[in-house]
């Protein structure tokens, strides 16, 4: 019955507001009326506008006691426009774009610093993400909204500014049917099943134990505080194929078991040496999406989803359910940003990276730099 009747508030206040010739401003005060957003008789009071070229922002004092609350996201129906909703310090900031996302960025191969990368384009502007200030990534996403892609943008990008010092161990388990086209001496192993993802992360297990021994003889507790220029990026395209079900033998089923230990210990331990997980599943369930990585993975992002639980795993908040767009995400770290993802072409990729591949490693078979399992 609650839902009922606040949904019904909610067309109530949209039909209302479309047929009142009132300001923004005049339509928000409405709008909290109608929703009974108060304490007692005391609404949020506004105290200072600010306009930009890009949006208007409403700020308002309120009274102690009352909290964000999701019933205001029907602010974006009710003024038709872009709305960005934050609750900061006891005061509720509104702000109101003038245009609306893009529903295609281009990815311009333009260099950035460091290890950053354009992660999207939000309302605000461009939007990027440092892998030396946070390591660890997951991405959700129903199948055909952009999941794969970004993975891809991440290496295309990263190679481009780091040729020399960026590696990649991928497990693609699609079948590898997504990166082992991209067959270039940056990438040092791929994986293409769940099964012989248990010997790629064998090695890179044995590999992280012997970093750890140079970095405790060295005296090092962090790749950033030393000269160690190599970042290690571990790729897993569709994490769902590494959670045990019933079919299996029970030495598969300790095989993946311990492909999820390794994962798990990358996330928690191996970001000081150097080692980058990037963590991506279909769906995120709690078994889907392994606790360990999910918490030691600071940057979050989703793609559309299904169901507001979906979100909820992926994010700790819904809203992935409601994007409506290929490629539109929601990036979550300290801050959350709705972005369209810059689109980027397996072509377009082949193209510029053929000085990295050699005319010994042009199939799989002449490989000699890169172990190729499945």
């Known amino acids: ?53 890009q949006y208007t922002l409403y700020s308002y004092h309120v009274p102690y006691g009352l909290v964000d609350d999701e019933k205001l996201n ?14 900061v310090n006891q005061k509720l900031h509104i702000k109101v774009y003038k245009q609306t996302l893009p529903k295609e960025v ?11 990368l354009p992660i999207g384009v939000s309302l605000d502007g461009p939007v990027t993400h440092d892998f030396d200030k946070i390591p660890h990534m997951t991405i959700a996403g129903m199948t ?26 991928i497990i693609d388990l699609k079948g590898g049917l997504e990166f082992a086209q991209h067959n270039y001496r940056q990438i040092k192993s791929i994986a293409s099943n769940s099964l ?51 079919s299996m033998s029970k030495d598969e089923k300790l095989d993946i078991d311990y492909c999820q230990y390794v994962l798990s210990n990358i ?18 369930t709690a078994d889907t999406l392994p606790r360990q990585i999910k918490q030691n993975a600071d940057a979050k992002v989703s793609f559309r989803l299904p ?26 770290t300290t801050d959350k940003h709705v972005i369209q993802v810059p689109y980027v072409t397996d072509t377009d990729i082949k193209r510029r990276f053929a000085d990295y591949v050699s005319a010994a490693e042009e199939t799989t078979e002449g490989r000699t730099d890169t172990v190729f399992f499945g």
């Open 1 to 53: 019955m609650d839902l009922l009747i606040g949904g019904g508030l909610a067309a109530f206040t949209i039909y209302v507001a479309a047929k009142w010739n009132k300001s923004d401003k005049d339509k928000i005060q409405h709008t909290f009326r109608n929703l009974n957003y108060k304490i007692k008789d005391r609404e949020p009071k506004h105290f200072k506008t600010h306009r930009t070229d």
């Open 74 to 87: 029907v602010l974006e129906k009710v003024l038709n426009k872009p709305v960005g909703v934050s609750f």
């Open 106 to 116: 281009k990815y311009d191969w333009n260099p950035t610093e460091g290890w950053t």
């Open 144 to 169: 055909r909204q952009g999941k794969t892609v970004l993975l891809k943008l991440i290496m295309a990008h990263l190679i481009t500014n780091h040729p020399d010092n960026a590696e990649f161990h």
């Open 196 to 246: 012989d993802a248990f010997n790629l992360l064998a090695r890179l297990s044995d590999e992280i134990e012997r970093d750890m021994t140079f970095f405790k003889s060295k005296g090092y507790t962090n790749v950033l505080n030393t000269d160690i220029k190599k970042r290690k990026f571990i790729i897993v395209d569709e994490g769902a194929e590494l959670v045990p079900h019933k």
């Open 267 to 284: 996330a928690r331990v191996a970001g000081a040496l150097g080692y980058r997980l990037i963590f991506a599943t279909q769906y995120p």
């Open 307 to 332: 169901t507001e639980v979906a979100s909820r795993v992926a994010l700790d908040e819904q809203g992935a359910e409601t994007l409506n767009n290929v490629g539109r995400a929601i990036y979550r």
